[in-house]
């Protein structure tokens, strides 16, 4: 790009997002809910910082904890090479039942033509937004604004670190740790029109704007402004870009659950994200085939003293298995009849040779080869489709029993973050 006849100019990039069309139909008015995105979370509490002027009371670089665990990120803290979410997350939302195969219809007038369907609404951040991570966020901005970038100040753990200072010879906590300078402008109205500007561009809607009015002015004195910044930070507008589109009302409540009269039943998933060496959690014993291990995996194979054994008459080609020593637990429950293993297992839409997979003739999972879109592809069952869009495979059997002749009482929940499945 050159904007003033020099290669590489950033003015000239600035200029084409400012005039983009997209840019000037959101200034225009424009109410497109395709537009926008939540914003990450630890880019608010930096936002935050600067714009109310955070200054450390010791003048010492500000030393935030580890927030990985808290609010879902954090700098050098990704849990994998994929960041630390996905870019083709798809947006959370109810999926459509699966139609029933039906008979071959009688012929008919050529329908009119469908409308073009409606483009995937991406949204990568969503899969960080859980309930637990954003109470720590909520949390995080409540100490933040209270006691600063510190900890063991306040009713909740903080976003800093415990810092010591000394007083007549003894230890003395640092509380707080720092705090924000910025300073009331003038009139309320001044203020808070301020904070509107700095806070979110200045898009609070009506709702928003009265919700940090009567913060700020039901707040004693001196906690005005930090009463205003509590309930700014809670605000749609702070925590996601784009133009505001408020419903009117409140959220209707869900209909209650009627208690069920069928047994309980659950299916639990622990899915390790392919992190297994699956080789070397099941192998053949006693028989050609742990040669054959043995000569592939060379220095990594498994001896017969690191494994347990376990019988499967009836397999032909090996009658007995070894498991890994640490999986003694797992001999256990197959012994009981409570476990099995199932092996060649992976994702391929049909079978498939390795003619036909050179050929092209048959189907092909979506990027067969990347790590990241298998492991999606593991989760819908669907790795022929790109992304999160066939909705997970747990998700899609809840729905149908719900729907059911039968209409089995559904839940289904992750206890490590958004989990597609």
């Given at each position: ?384 489709e790109q992304g999160t869009g066939p909705k997970g495979a747990g998700g899609r059997v809840a729905d149908a029993l ?20």
């Amino acid at each position: 790009a050159a904007y003033s006849g020099r290669y590489g100019d950033l003015a000239a990039a600035a200029a084409a997002i400012v005039l983009h069309a997209d840019a000037r139909a959101q200034g225009a008015g424009a109410t497109s809910t395709a537009d926008g995105a939540l914003r990450e979370p630890f880019l608010k509490f930096i936002h935050f910082m600067r714009s109310m002027e955070y200054r450390d009371l010791s003048g010492s670089e500000v030393r935030f904890d580890h927030m990985q665990n808290v609010i879902g990120q954090f700098p050098y803290n990704a849990p994998s090479v994929f960041n630390f979410y996905l870019p083709e997350y798809e947006l959370p939302m109810p999926g459509e039942p699966e139609p029933e195969p039906e008979p071959e219809p009688e012929p008919e007038p050529e329908p009119e033509p469908e409308p073009e369907p409606k483009g995937t609404l991406y949204g990568p951040e969503f899969q960080i937004l859980t309930p637990p991570l954003f109470v720590g966020y909520l949390n995080g901005m409540s100490e933040l604004i209270g006691h600063g970038v510190s900890d063991g100040c306040g009713a909740h753990r903080g976003v800093g670190t415990v810092a010591w200072s000394r007083k007549d010879g003894h230890p003395t906590k640092v509380c707080p740790g720092g705090r924000l300078t910025w300073q009331e402008k003038g009139s309320e109205n001044e203020t808070l029109r301020e904070l509107d500007v700095l806070l979110t561009g200045g898009r609070m809607s009506p709702v928003s704007r009265a919700v940090v009015r009567t913060a700020y002015e039901e707040a004693g004195l001196g906690k005005k402004v930090q009463a205003a910044q509590q309930a700014a930070v809670m605000t749609a507008e702070f925590n996601t870009l784009g133009a505001p589109l408020p419903l009117e009302g409140a959220r209707p409540p869900p209909p209650p659950m009627k208690p069920g009269s069928k047994p309980y039943r659950a299916s639990v998933v622990l899915f390790m994200n392919g992190g297994a060496d699956s080789w070397n959690m099941v192998v053949p014993l006693n028989c050609d085939l742990y040669s054959e291990y043995r000569a592939i995996r060379t220095n990594l194979a498994l001896t017969q003293g690191e494994m347990v054994g376990v019988d499967s008459p009836g397999q032909g080609a090996c009658s007995r298995f070894g498991v890994h020593h640490r999986f003694k637990f797992l001999r256990g429950l197959y012994d009981q009849g409570q476990a099995a293993f199932i092996t060649n297992v992976g994702n391929l839409p049909e079978p498939t040779t390795l003619a036909s997979f050179r050929s092209w003739s048959a189907s092909r999972c979506f990027n067969l080869f990347s790590h990241a879109d298998q492991q999606i592809g593991a989760q819908t069952l669907k790795c022929q489709e790109q992304g999160t869009g066939p909705k997970g495979a747990g998700g899609r059997v809840a729905d149908a029993l719900s729907r059911g002749s039968q209409a089995f009482a559904t839940t289904s929940f992750s206890l490590a973050g958004s989990a597609v499945y």
